[in-house]
């Protein structure tokens, strides 16, 4: 139903930035909420941030992991249906695989993997020191 497809990764100084982009195509009008994990290898993939339309404030919402907060920012484009997460202040410890998700709904939580049905191929983004 909806098909998302990653880029912009690479190759980046610390202290670097880097900027990703998610496009989606599909049924995309029915995916409100769009976000960002990584995995880095041996370690569990994590919640990196989302954005949210709110309703109730007929504007976006956004959210961010501890550990990327005030470096990263996400942004949706809806014209082009692309979510872009914007990397400064890159750490080596940022390295990893980046995957875009897309969930219909969020029941309850936007950290959770299992809150989001569709998902890209992701894309690698490596910190050197």
């Known amino acids: 139903q909806v098909q998302l497809v990653e880029s912009g990764g690479g190759l980046v100084q610390a202290g670097g930035s880097l900027r990703l982009a998610c496009a989606a195509s599909?049924?995309?009008?029915?995916?409100?909420?769009m976000g960002w994990f990584r995995q880095a290898p041996g370690k569990e993939r994590d919640f990196v941030a989302a954005?949210?339309?709110?309703?109730?404030?007929?504007?976006?919402?956004?959210y961010y992991a501890d550990s990327v907060k005030g470096r990263f920012a996400i942004s949706r484009d809806n014209a082009k249906n692309t979510v872009y997460l914007q990397m400064n202040s890159l750490k080596p410890e940022d390295t990893a695989v980046y995957y875009c998700?897309?969930?219909?709904?969020?029941?309850?939580?936007?950290?959770?993997?299992?809150?989001?049905?569709?998902w890209g191929q992701g894309t690698q983004v490596t910190v050197s020191s």
């Open positions: 998700a897309a969930a219909d709904r969020i029941r309850s939580n936007y950290a959770v993997q299992g809150e989001y049905d569709y």
């Open positions: 599909g049924r995309t009008f029915s995916s409100s909420v």
């Open positions: 954005v949210s339309w709110s309703w109730s404030w007929s504007r976006d919402i956004t």
